[in-house]
């Protein structure tokens, strides 16, 4: 009964070469997030969208995008990775913005950059 | 600034003990703070959110408190189990002037928790 699904588990990609790590949802939810996460770090937001409006992170490198065609699925491209762009990528979802509810994350993509 | 600061970073105990990890937070103004637990390798799973009017709550062998004057927060494991080793993350969300909750979550560096038999 897997809620917040991420594939896959483990990407691996050239220096310089486009990919692209999807998420979805069973939950219905109107808010999916995504978010970057290095070792020993806490989990750094990169946008959101509340339905289709698409937050952007004042500090989330122009190198990342998002697409989000439905409400069950959010994508996380990334157009031209660098090293310092190996990380685990969480996605995480909640049923409203700035709610009380929390937010239920996937098991993420583990990118390495090669 | 807004910061999570969480205590100690590691810790290491015997399995059936109990332990306490700390949270302190200068969020202001303040909607509510969750205790989250990371597996390696895996995503955070939530474990209790507290919002400033509740002082305590628990799920199963885990009791979060909070004293929001202060602006701490504990989470207490009781009779450690192997599979509690994980890291375990406090995460504030700030307020809003209407008293509602921003979406913006702030995530401390987490307590690395490692349960020996």
């Known amino acids: 009964d897997a809620m917040v699904i991420q594939n896959p588990r483990y990407q691996v990609t050239q220096f310089g070469k486009p990919v692209t790590l999807s998420c979805s949802q069973t939950?219905?939810?109107?808010?999916m997030y995504w978010y970057q996460q290095k070792s020993s770090q806490a989990p750094k937001l990169l946008f959101h969208?509340?339905?289709?409006?698409?937050?952007n992170e004042a500090d989330t490198p122009d190198n990342f995008q998002s697409r989000r065609p439905n409400t069950s699925f959010c994508f996380l491209d990334i157009r031209s990775p660098g090293l310092g762009d190996a990380a685990m990528y969480l996605c995480?979802?909640?049923?409203?913005?700035?709610?009380?509810?929390?937010?239920?994350f996937g098991d993420g993509t583990r990118l390495s950059i090669l | 600034k807004n910061q999570v600061e969480q205590s100690p970073q590691s810790l290491i105990i015997l399995e059936g003990k109990n332990c306490t990890l700390q949270?302190?937070?200068?969020?202001?103004?303040?909607?509510?703070l969750r205790w989250y637990k990371q597996d390696t390798g895996r995503g955070p799973v939530s474990l209790t959110i507290?919002?400033?009017?509740?002082n305590t709550k628990s799920n199963g062998r885990y009791t979060a408190t909070l004293d929001a004057d202060t602006k701490q927060s504990s989470l207490h494991i009781t009779a450690s189990q192997l599979s509690d080793s994980a890291s375990y993350i406090c995460?504030?969300?700030?307020?809003?002037?209407?008293?509602?909750?921003?979406?913006?979550?702030?995530f401390g560096t987490g307590t690395l928790l490692a349960v020996q038999p």
């Open positions: 995480a979802t909640s049923s409203d913005r700035g709610s009380n509810q929390p937010q239920h």
């Open positions: 939950l219905n939810h109107n808010v």
């Open positions: 969208y509340y339905d289709k409006d698409f937050n």
């Open positions: 949270c302190n937070y200068t969020v202001s103004p303040f909607s509510n």
């Open positions: 507290m919002t400033f009017s509740e």
């Open positions: 995460v504030v969300t700030g307020g809003r002037p209407d008293g509602g909750a921003t979406n913006k979550l702030i």
